[in-house]
């Protein structure tokens, strides 16, 4: 059951991702969480911290138009840990300019009383674009 639970969080993720609702987005995620961008230098440390980037990322004219998931998997570390990968295609506007982007992404979650929480976010390009 808990692969299933898994993957629901995920999906919720992404589609809340997909539909740019923020508050979805980020309450999908513990406040501990981790985030590692090929797009950004430096780790980012907490929800907190990618919220900010976040905001600023819109107030340069981001927003997210569509966040597709393929080739889905989930392996549990135990009861309570899962490992969620995928290749991910996304198309955002930034400032009046749509950009589209393939990568490939790790989640881990964690199940945190009866919820599924990303806790770490891994997103790096996928190679053969």
């Known amino acids: 059951m808990s692969k299933v639970e898994v993957r629901a969080a995920a999906a919720n993720l992404v589609e809340a ?3 740019h609702d923020t508050e979805a987005y980020f309450a999908a ?6 985030f590692i961008f090929h797009s950004t230098p430096e780790v980012l440390e907490s929800r907190d911290a990618y919220r900010s980037l ?12 569509e966040c597709v998931s393929t080739n889905a998997e989930v392996r549990m570390l135990g009861e309570d840990v899962g490992v969620f990968f995928h290749d991910v295609a996304t198309s955002v506007d930034t400032a009046g ?11 881990i979650f964690q199940r945190v009383g009866d919820a599924w929480l990303a806790v770490h976010e891994h997103l ?3 190679p053969r674009y």
Do not use: D, M, N, Q
């Open 17 to 19: 991702f997909s539909r």
């Open 29 to 34: 995620f513990a406040p501990e969480a981790t």
């Open 54 to 65: 976040w905001s600023t990322w819109e107030s340069e004219g981001f927003h997210v138009l």
């Open 97 to 107: 300019e749509r950009l589209e982007s393939h990568e490939r992404e790790t989640i």
């Open 124 to 126: 790096s390009v996928y």
